[in-house]
C-alpha cells in the first residue's frame, strides 16, 4: 500500500491571478508549429535515428507543413553537426521552412552551434540555462545574478556572431529551462534581461520558450503561469510566447490548450508525443483536436497512414493501436452497442452539415481512412477469434493492419450467408482473398542479378499482364524495391507501405515449413487507400513477390497504368 503523499511530496502553490482570462477564452486559430521530432524526439529513442532516416523524417515534416523545424543539437555530436551541414549544403531546406538548432548557455557550444547552421537562410537558435531554485542551489551552486548574467552572456555571443553572418535571417529563442518550477518574478526578470539583450523588436522578435521541462501541476496552474507572464513581459509585442510541454503527469496536450487560450503562441513537440521520459506533448493530437472544432491546424494529416508508417519506420517505435485520431484501431468498434450506434449514426446521415456520428469524434475519411474498419467481428461479438484460429490451425500470424482488414472481409461474409465459419472456411476466405488473387497480374518466374557493383539488386521477372506475358526488368536497394521499379516500366506506379514476413510451421517442423509474406500497397500518388497482398512459398523472395503481386491486384483500378494502355 502506498504511504501517506502529504509526507513526502508537497503540492504545487496556485498563481496569484484573481481576475485570470482564459477560462473564457477559445482557440480560434492554429499555433505556429515547431516540430522537435529530429532533436527531442531523436534523442530519446533507443537506436537514434541514422542520416538517412532523419532526413526522410526531416522531408515528411515539410510535406505536412511545419514551417520551424528543430534539427539537431550539433554541439552534442559530430552526428548532429553533420546532419545539419547535409540539409543546408544539400539545399534540402525548402525556402518557406526555418531550421532550429539548441545549445546550452556555454561559449564553446555556442560557436559550434553557430558554425553548423552557416549559410542557412533562416536558423533558429535555441538557448536555454535552467532557473528554478533546485538547479540554482543544488546543481550549479549560482545565485539568481549568476543565472541572468550567463543568459545574457550567451545572447550577446549569439547577437555577435550572428552580425558577422548577415546572409541568415537570424531569430534568437531562449529557454528558461524548468520554467514550471521557477519563480515566476524570477522568470520575468531573465526574460526581460533577454530580450533587453538581443534588443528585440516588433521587426526582431524574440521566442521565449517557457517550458513544462517536468510536468508538475494541472494544466490550470500551467495556463495560470503563461498568463502571468503573458500580463507583465517587458516588449510584448516584440516576444512570441512558445510552449514546450511535456507529458510526466499526462496532461501534455490539456497543458498546450489552456496555454494557447492563456496567450501563448506557438508550441513545440514531437509528431506522436515521444521525447524524454514520457515525452513530449503529441502535435497530431493537439492539431486534430482543433479540426474537431472547426478551426483549421495548418498541419495536413490527409493521408494519416502514411504519416504514421514512416513515423514507425523511422524513429523504430510503435504507434498504440488505440492512439488518439492515428492508432489502427481508433475508428474500430467491437462492441456490440457500440456498433449499433454507430451504423444508426451512418444511416441517419448528416443532414444539417455536421458530423455527428455516435462514438466517431472525427470522419475517418478526413485523414484518408475507410469506413471499412469501424465495424469488426472479434469474440466479443460473437463471431469467433479469426486471428487465434489462422494461427492456431495454419501459422499464419497476421500483422495487427491486416487483423482489422480481414475482419471486415468476415464481416460481410458472415452478413451475406449466416452462420458461423470455421477455421477451414476462414482459410479458405483468407487464400481466395490476399493469396490467390492472380488478375490482372500473374506470377510466373523471377531472377535475380547484382546490381550496380554489388550495390544494388536487379530482377528480371515473368509475369502475365491482362493474359499477356511479359519480362519485366527493374533495380533497387532489395528485391522488393527492384520489383516495384519494374512494375513502372508498364505504367503500374504502387507504393509499399509496410512488409512483413512470417515461418509458417505450426506443427514446428522445420524442414516443412513455408514463407508468408505480407506487404501493403498504396498507389504511388496517395489517395487510392491501402490493400494487403499475401504470398506463400518455400523460397521468401518468392512469397514476397507473390505478395507484391497479389497486393497491385487487390489495389486495381487505383493504380495508374496509363503507360501500358498506351503501349496497347
Known sequence: ?????????????????ADRQWPNATISKPPIWMSTDLRD???????????????????????????????????ASQTDFDFVRSLIEGDHIPDDVSIEVLTQAREHLIRRTMASVRGARRAIVHVYNATSKPFRETVFQ?????????????????????????????????????????ELDFALEVCNAVTAAWGATRDNKVILNLPTTVEMATPNIYA????????????????????????????????????????????????????????NVDLVTLALNLYTQGVAPGLDFSDINAVARTFEQCSQLPIHPRHPYVGDLVFTAFSGSHQDAIKKGFAVGQSDGFWNVPYLPIDPADLGRSYDSVIRVNSQSGKGGIAYLLESEYGVVMPRRLQVEFSGVVQQHVDAHGGEMSAAAIWQLFSATYID???????????????????????????????????LTGTGNGPIDAAVNAFQSV????????????????????????????????????????????????????????????????????????????AA
Open 1 to 17: 500500500m502506498l504511504s501517506n503523499p502529504a509526507s513526502k511530496y508537497r503540492s504545487f502553490p496556485p498563481v496569484a491571478l
Open 41 to 75: 524526439g531523436n534523442q530519446s529513442l533507443f537506436e537514434p535515428m541514422n542520416a538517412e532516416r532523419k532526413t526522410r523524417m526531416f522531408r515528411m515534416l515539410c510535406e505536412i507543413g511545419f514551417k520551424e523545424i528543430e534539427v539537431a543539437f550539433p554541439s
Open 224 to 279: 495560470d503561469q503563461i498568463e502571468w507572464m503573458h500580463r507583465h513581459l517587458d516588449r510584448r509585442d516584440s516576444v512570441i510566447i512558445s510552449l514546450h510541454p511535456h507529458n510526466d503527469r499526462g496532461t501534455a496536450v490539456a497543458a498546450a490548450e489552456l496555454a494557447l487560450m492563456a496567450g501563448a503562441e506557438r508550441v513545440e513537440g514531437c509528431l506522436f508525443g515521444n521525447g524524454e521520459r514520457t515525452g
Open 437 to 471: 488473387c492472380v488478375d490482372p497480374v500473374r506470377y510466373r518466374e523471377h531472377h535475380l542479378f547484382e546490381h550496380g557493383g554489388g550495390n544494388g539488386q536487379g530482377i528480371r521477372l515473368n509475369v502475365d499482364i491482362d493474359g499477356t506475358s511479359q519480362v
Open 142 to 182: 549560482m545565485s539568481r545574478e549568476e543565472v541572468i548574467d550567463m543568459a545574457v552572456v550567451a545572447v550577446k555571443l549569439i547577437r555577435d556572431l550572428a552580425a558577422q553572418a548577415p546572409e541568415t535571417e537570424w531569430v534568437l529563442e531562449y529557454s528558461p529551462e524548468t520554467f514550471t518550477a521557477t
Open 491 to 566: 505504367g503500374i506506379h504502387i507504393q509499399v507501405r509496410s512488409y512483413e514476413e512470417r515461418a509458417m510451421s505450426p506443427s514446428g517442423e522445420g524442414g516443412n515449413a513455408r514463407a508468408c509474406a505480407f506487404i501493403e500497397v498504396a498507389p504511388a500518388a496517395g489517395g487510392g487507400g491501402e490493400f494487403y497482398g499475401a504470398g506463400v512459398d518455400t523460397n521468401i523472395v518468392t512469397a514476397s513477390l507473390r505478395a507484391l503481386i497479389t497486393g497491385i491486384n487487390r489495389l486495381e483500378p487505383s493504380v495508374p497504368r496509363g503507360a501500358q494502355q498506351q
